[in-house]
């Protein structure tokens, strides 16, 4: 190795490390923290015995959305685990009751006439009026909705108007599913469109038989003649019963469509719709397997502590390594901020672009990472201090060490990387998050090993602190009483 | 030189393997202890494994726990288990609730708390989630055992291979006493601490066979393989010393800061069996793995021939060849077994040629 190319690889280490990690912290990127950190709330629901997986997708899809309305979810992880099992994590939520209402398992369907249609609830506009008296005081919805209350003020998907709405006639056990498709009769105008075709049981079809007949009874356009399709306390859509359907046999369940007015979009307005009528279908199969909610100041309590821990125990380990090791000391202690800011900059960029969050279990992953990686320094300090104290001198022991040192370091890590994958495959929840800091740790400890250590350890040895004095590498060797003689013995015998 | 000095320079003639004869005996006896331990104190599991709900929330109102126990009573959850921290959180752990049940916990325990709803935590857990994750981590330790076995009998032979297993089980065991003794609460989190652990105890065992294969080498013309177990245990000792304490210092903060003085709970367990293990880890590689390896293979025919051998040649008997006086013999021999790794095998060159063995 000559000091250029060691220089050089030595610098363009450090940019990468340091570079890397300044750019991302410049840029506003920090590690994405997971809810037992931030606080927020977990749900792991679990299907029946033999559940589709198609139905577990629709699950978390409506979920998703129903989260997404939620608002204050910074980055929602719904996930099927296993084979019947979702996993909803809402880092951040600190509303327990809307975060648990949106993966309620309870997911409430029903169909019930529409009574009017208004702008704002009659509580408000009327407050001496007669009213429902579960209504909220603020929005003057009713909250919580009861779908058999004989009248409920409702709000629409949009917010923008009240549905005043009788008791139901259909609920979501009444519904076997729905489906979207393209029409081509369908659609406003016969013009062709998106619809969605809901299937009903046997004894929901003839509900719905008798209660499109006593709509029919309106007049076309009045609000009375709509149908409210509500979920969860909200009127996802409310179509009305066509022109022409007889009060007498209202319309046939096997033959009805529900078309999708003029929208922005359609095939996904359907798509929702039979959805919610799919999931209005399973209403008892999800059982709350898991509840896990951290509060917010527990989450920054455990962060804190884990920092805290951190921060010391590298303290320490300084002082020991540095006591230790003299200068090579200083080096694994450089050494550390170089595998930190690739360690740390692994798990922002995962955060940035797979939507990873570091768990506790993952900063313990780290702490325990700090002696993976000194344990590498230390193989090779050792290394060069037998190759020494068998009577080399000083740099040719560093050269010497270095290829045995770094099989001994690639057959640890590998070990230890074949764990941590075998841990992320088996295991579950945050084990798999151990398992990943581990295992990229095991990564860039060979990387650093190579491109930092070798080369910086060389440069050290071929400046004044490599046989200068106590705090030199030399000093570090411990006083040889007898140097050199086991060796040259030998050599002469050979 | 003082035995700080030799063991800085890697000097030191310590004959572990014949230390090990009583060292071994305490291990079976600790063995045999956790094992009875294990059975008459089952491991304490966390609702994780068994299912069950815990309220955390923090004692803003100030209740004292007779408060919480008859709030509790009245929503029929008599039989919950309620705690007072120290740091002024109420803890209480109930069996596994329906979710209608687990609200009206909630909010019972923020009502008598003091505190609003949403800072309430809570961690509630079915009972089929808790054995379907015990399974797992049953399934992941029984094929990460498997795996290190056929790598070690593939990167070296199977009688390291289960000496290697022998000290996990040792350190297994061992731990899962102490934790059973103390009633430590095993969670998620240990059984990856003890997956750790594994993972050192077994880098350090495949650290020392590596050393052993290297010096068989080189000296298995002059030296009995006990000693050349020896030999390369004292070569090890620093790195493993070292590594020891540079792992066990950020865990031990871990420990001691992150979960003792600030009450970060969730840490304690965790940190708890990582210190235990990786203690316990470089002693079984060093006390139990290496001298098991080393007594089996002085059973075979070819090291009991070495070992007729090296007696006569040292013009002793062969119980003077002890491992014990060995160490003494070797700093007086000029081509000391100190050596030979550095001299990069010229010291131990055989003096006259043999087939080599392994």
Known sequence: MSRKKALLTLLITLAIAWGSIGAMLLAGWAPKLGLDLQGGFAVVLVGPEGTDPDTLDTAVEIMRRRIEELGSVQEPEISVQGERSIVVQLPGVDDRERALE?????????????????????????????????????????????????????????????????????????????????????????AGGWVVVPEFTDEGGEKFRLATGS?????????????????????????????????????????????????????????????????????????????????????????????????????????????????????????????????????????????????????????????????????????????????????????????????????????????????????????????LTLGIATIVDVFVSYYYTRPGTWLVAHSALGEGGWFSIRGAMGKSSQPSIPAESVEVTS | MSVLTKMYRGETHFDFVGISKKTLIVSAALVVLSL??????????????????????????????????????????AGARVQLTGDGLILIQTEALDAASQDELVLTSAAVAGTDVNAVTIDAVGPTFGAEVTQAAIQALVVFLIVVALFITWRFEWKMALSALAALAHDLIITGGIFALFGFVVTPATVIAILTILGYSLYDTVVVFDKVNENVELMHDQY??????????????????????????????LLFVGSFALGAHTLREFAMALFIGIALGTYSSIFVAAPLLAMWKEREPDWIAERKRVARRRGGSMSAVTAATVPTKVETVPDAPTAPTGASGAAARAPRKRKKRR
């Open chain 1, 102 to 190: 949106a993966v309620g398992t309870t997911g409430e369907m029903s169909f019930r006439p529409v009574l009017d249609l208004v702008l704002e609830s009659p509580a408000l506009t009327d407050p001496e009026g007669d009213h429902p008296d579960n209504l909220d005081l603020v929005t003057g919805l009713s909250d919580p909705d009861d779908v058999h209350a004989t009248i409920a003020y409702l709000p629409s998907e949009d917010g923008a108007f009240v549905y005043i709405v009788g008791p139901a006639f259909l609920t979501g056990s009444d519904m076997k599913g729905g489906r979207a498709q393209f029409s081509g009769t369908g659609g406003l105008g016969g």
């Open chain 1, 215 to 435: 709509l029919a009874t309106y007049p076309v356009g009045a609000p009375q003649r709509r149908l409210a399709i509500v979920v969860d306390g909200v009127v996802g859509s409310a179509p009305e019963v066509a022109a022409g359907v007889s009060p007498d046999e209202g319309l046939d369940p096997n033959q009805v469509v529900i078309t999708i007015g003029s929208s922005e979009n359609p095939q996904a307005e359907s798509e929702d719709l039979a959805a919610i009528l799919n999931y209005g279908a399973l209403p008892t199969t999800f059982e709350r397997e898991r509840v896990e909610s951290v509060s917010a100041s527990l989450g920054a309590d455990s962060l804190k502590a884990g920092l805290i821990a951190g921060l010391l125990g590298l303290a320490l380990v300084t002082i020991y390594m540095i006591i230790y090791y003299r200068v090579l000391g200083v080096i694994a202690m450089v050494g550390l901020t170089v595998f930190g800011s690739l360690l740390i900059g692994a798990i922002i960029l995962l955060g940035e672009f797979q939507g990873t969050t570091l768990t506790l279990a993952g900063v313990t992953g780290i702490i325990v990472s700090i002696g993976i990686t000194l344990d590498s320094y230390i193989v090779y300090f050792e290394r060069v201090k037998e190759e020494f104290h068998s009577g080399r001198p000083l740099r040719p022991s560093i050269d010497h060490a270095y290829p045995g040192a770094f099989s001994t370091i690639l057959k640890g890590d590998t070990v230890t990387f074949l764990a941590a994958v075998l841990l992320w495959l088996l295991a579950v929840g945050p084990v798999k998050g151990f398992a």
């Open chain 2, 36 to 77: 009875v331990m294990l059975l008459v104190r089952p491991l304490n599991l966390s609702i994780d494994f068994t299912g069950g709900v815990i309220v955390t929330v923090e004692n803003e109102a100030g209740a004292d726990i007779t408060v919480v126990r008859s709030s509790l009573d009245d929503i029929g959850q």
């Open chain 2, 224 to 253: 009995t393989y006990t000693e050349i177990v020896n030999t390369s245990m004292n070569q090890v000792l620093m790195r493993s010393i070292n590594t020891s304490m540079t792992s066990l210092i950020p865990v031990g903060s």
